[in-house]
């Protein structure tokens, strides 16, 4: 999910292309998900917020137009860039309608450091589960252990950016995995955040 605003980062740059240690954020994950031996395909999804985003899939990852050729390893989608929700929805419409049965995840461009291991280790944990969904969080102590700020909590869990679901646009009934992983509890919003991944990549 690449199409966000990123308002918190305050920065004149896309927050996909936002550079942290000179590669942009949306690189890592890229590179993570390509290294992930359970995953077939990578669909970026952008909007009207990351036009210069769109120029650099093209040009770094030869990405396509998914609705006009989905064969190459990664493509784009457009979308309306309404917001997470609204925009996902977007996406399950166009799979569901273009009569595709597949088995979604989801990630964000702001989370450089889930590795393709913690991925397929994810992964492996949704086959094996009951459910047609799956959310993952973080625990609350880690995010205290290491005062990083979280953006939303539940019931002392933050919800970590990574989903899986099937490409129907439904409600789907799904498995909570909690993974206490510092991964997962590390997503790029503000500029305290860079400080922070800066400090305890030092260490």
Do not use: W
């Amino acid at each position: 999910m690449a199409g966000g605003r990123g308002k918190r980062l305050k920065s004149k740059t896309e927050k996909p292309l936002f550079k942290f240690r000179d590669k942009p954020l949306v690189s890592y994950v890229l590179n993570n998900l390509k290294n992930s031996k359970n995953v077939n395909k990578i669909l970026i999804a952008i909007s009207p917020n990351t036009p210069k985003t769109k120029d650099y899939l093209i040009e770094n990852y030869n990405a396509s137009d998914f609705l006009k050729d989905s064969n190459h390893e990664f493509s784009y989608i457009d979308t309306p860039g309404d917001g997470y929700v609204e925009d996902l929805s977007f996406i399950l419409d166009k799979l569901e309608n273009n009569g595709l049965n597949e088995v979604i995840l989801t990630i964000n461009s702001d989370l450089p450091f889930i590795s393709s291991d913690t991925i397929d280790k994810v992964l492996e944990e949704y086959y094996s589960c009951d459910e047609i969904a799956m959310s993952v969080f973080a625990p609350l102590t880690i995010f205290n252990d290491y005062s990083i700020e979280p953006s939303f909590v539940f019931d002392d869990l933050i919800p970590s950016g990574l989903n899986i679901l099937i490409s129907k646009n439904i409600i789907q009934s799904e498995k909570k995995l909690i993974v206490p992983n510092l991964e997962l509890a590390f997503n790029i919003n503000t500029l305290e955040d860079v400080e922070i991944a800066n400090n305890l990549l030092n260490q």
